[in-house]
């Protein structure tokens, strides 16, 4: 189909993602999950511009007023460990680095304004996921934001 200028795929699968790449290494491929948690932690180790980065996107979730909602419902050490979490795998500095280096940043499932503001202009991310293809749209326009919208 020739779509692959347009297409990424991607497992949390190390294995499958390799496979992936032998298949068709025209085609952007995301981060598997060991990748990203070797990106996350060269990165709060102060490494992370020393270490070759194979990946062609990161991807990681931001958690939302779904994930927000639901932690009240957590323990304690697990509200604890949801925060530290969310503060590894959601930092600007890290995620301008990877720009910076010719890796796009995407982050999943944001479906509110709110969320998109805060991924897009606080957070500085090259694209989000969401349930909503139409209202990130309406956002894009409204905030005169020029991103290619893919459903």
Known sequence: YRREHITYWGSFNDVVCK??????????????????AVIVLTYWLGLLPFIPLVPGAFEVPIPG?????????????????????????NSKGMFVHLQRRGIPVYVWILNENQEFEYAFQKM????????????????????????????
């Open 65 to 89: 007023e779904v994930f927000r909602k639901q932690a009240q419902n957590l323990t304690c050490l697990q509200r604890t460990l949801f925060f530290l979490a969310e503060r590894a795998l």
């Open 124 to 151: 500085s991310v090259t694209g989000v996921m969401t349930d909503y293809p139409s209202r990130l749209q309406n956002y894009l326009k409204s905030n005169k934001l020029n991103y290619f919208l893919s459903v």
């Open 19 to 36: 496979k992936l790449t032998v298949e068709n290494s025209r085609i952007v491929r995301f981060c598997s999950l060991k990748e990203a």
